[in-house]
């Protein structure tokens, strides 16, 4: 999976509900993905429970967590995705658990793939 840029923050694209959605490849998020609240209802997912979570300034907070499916590297996976009230979608460190990542900003390079 190639990604890009933006504004200096490699970015993916994620198919979510079969709905394409860029997201900040974030190495400090532990989840799967995290997308703004709007977002979540537009695509009509389930709720499934809450969850707490740490901020990156250390602020804890409490959110929705929905289930969702998603293609990610040629496969339809189902992965919990939580809320935020950010404009911002993220793909966590939990959704690259069996995968290499290569980020070069110099070079312009956003690269995931499977782990051999």
């Avoid at 799967?32 to 804890?60: C, F, N, R, W």
């Avoid at 496969?75 to 009230?85: D, F, H, K, M, Q």
Wanted: negative net charge; contains cysteine; aromatic residues 10%.
């Amino acid at each position: 999976m190639k990604g890009y840029f933006e504004f200096g923050s490699p970015i993916i694209e994620l198919f979510i509900e079969g709905r394409k959605i860029p997201a900040l490849l974030d190495t400090g998020f532990n989840g799967h993905i995290m997308l703004p609240e709007p977002t979540i209802m537009e695509l009509a997912l389930d709720q499934i429970g809450v969850s707490d979570y740490l901020t990156a300034s250390g602020d804890k907070r409490f959110t929705k967590v929905y289930r969702g499916n998603i293609k990610f590297l040629n496969e339809n996976i189902e992965v919990p995705i939580l809320s935020t009230e950010s404009e911002y979608s993220l793909a966590g460190m939990e959704l690259f658990d069996n995968c290499k990542l290569t980020i070069e900003r110099k070079k312009n390079i956003v690269d995931v793939s499977k782990s051999k």
